[in-house]
């Protein structure tokens, strides 16, 4: 049997240096679906057949391989309106696992616990678990955090919720700006000397930062947006990583949903999803970008596939160490995501495909103000670290 790849993720992929008003810390209190999931033993079963269609990869040079596509997991408890049944979303991640899909990556719940649960440990022999730190909370802010001993307790009190000994790759969700991206990494080279993790990774991380913290310690993963209309990773991270030999990561592959419907994924927005607030969504907008979603949704009718499968399928084309991890609720969009494994794109494909998502083509940020990417990333020199 093979070995799934499950990411217990302490934070969403949209970290928010300042909570905007319209969400609240409160509505980020769900039960960690992960965590329940491990006791249910259906996930033990043999998969060797259901694996046979999701090939694997090398993710980064360091030892980890993964299959080539993951789970995003955000939208089952958070950010994407109220939480989904968790019969529901517990059914959909077994699903999942039972496919070879690896990387399943899940929003835990802020309340913290020290229960071991035995029955994850007949899991865990079948997983290998990724798993995030990189912000402290209190009642109604967070704060982003890269001190040492804030990566030791936060490494400690996820293998304690997971009641694990090892955390198999364990991400720098987001870079704090305060701290020397090397004193950082040094915390997280001694949990790797301790045998408390096995691989390293960062999040929405420039390429300067990527090389100064790959320096310290061998970096396995990156995690980054990027999509047909998230595309200026291209111009430094992507080359960066490629040299140093670090597997990449993408989330959002999807356009948070409008490569899946374009601009019918706003007709039903409930209360509390974030992409009413997201500038690439608003009506001034919209209207612009959904000329893309409709090149896109004529050419997958060409190719006899779904737009979302096209669009997935060119961030397969961008090459085998890219495993991006499109997000769902419904195990019938998790199969139509594996579907987009099958979708061969020929270079003038992939040329069409890139000329009509080209820079012009989209209208609005990926994310409004006060919430942190890569490009506010950058760290103070070592030399001006004082313990």
């Known amino acids: ?183 950082t990494m040094g915390a997280m080279k001694e949990l790797v000397e301790e045998g408390k993790i096995k691989y390293v990774g960062l999040s929405e991380a420039s390429a300067s930062t990527i090389r100064r913290a790959n320096a310290v310690h061998p970096i396995t993963a990156v995690q980054l947006e990027w999509s047909l209309w998230s595309r200026d990773v291209e111009e430094e991270i992507v080359p960066t990583c490629r040299e140093l030999g670090i597997g990449i990561v993408t989330y959002s592959p999807l356009g948070r949903g409008f490569f899946s419907s374009g601009p019918k994924v706003l007709e039903n927005l409930e209360d509390g999803d974030f992409r009413k607030y997201l500038p690439r969504f608003q009506a001034e907008n919209i209207e612009h970008n959904t000329i893309m979603f409709k090149k896109v949704s004529d050419m997958a009718a060409k190719k006899g596939c779904t737009p979302s499968q096209l669009s997935l399928a060119w961030v397969h084309h961008q090459g085998n160490d890219v495993v991006p991890i499109p997000g769902t609720t419904k195990i019938e969009n998790l199969e139509q995501n594996i579907g987009a494994l099958s979708v061969k794109l020929t270079p003038e494909d992939m040329a069409e495909l890139e000329a009509i998502a080209s820079a012009d083509s989209v209208k609005g940020g990926r994310y409004g103000d006060g919430i942190s990417t890569f490009k506010d990333t950058e760290t103070p020199p070592l030399s001006s670290w004082k313990a």
């Open 1 to 183: 049997m093979g070995r799934s790849n499950v990411e217990c993720s302490v934070l969403t992929s949209a970290t928010f240096r300042q909570w905007p008003s319209r969400l609240t810390i409160k509505k980020l209190r769900r039960s960690n679906l992960l965590d329940i999931a491990f006791k249910n033993q259906s996930v033990t079963e043999d998969r060797s057949t259901k694996m046979a269609g999701v090939r694997r990869v090398k993710l980064g040079s360091q030892g980890l391989e993964v299959s080539a596509q993951g789970l995003g997991c955000m939208g089952m408890s958070a950010f994407y309106g109220a939480p989904k049944p968790e019969p529901d979303m517990i059914k959909l991640i077994h699903h999942a696992i039972n496919a070879g899909i690896t990387l399943p990556r899940h929003l835990r719940h802020l309340r913290t616990t020290n229960q071991r649960d035995p029955y994850r440990q007949g899991v865990r022999e079948k997983v290998d678990l990724a798993t995030k730190f990189g912000v402290k909370y209190d009642s109604e802010a967070m704060e982003v955090s890269g001190d040492p001993a804030y990566v030791k307790y936060a490494c400690e009190a996820s293998l304690n919720r997971l009641g694990v000994d090892c955390i198999d790759l364990y991400y720098v969700h987001r870079i704090d700006n305060r701290v020397p991206i090397e004193i």
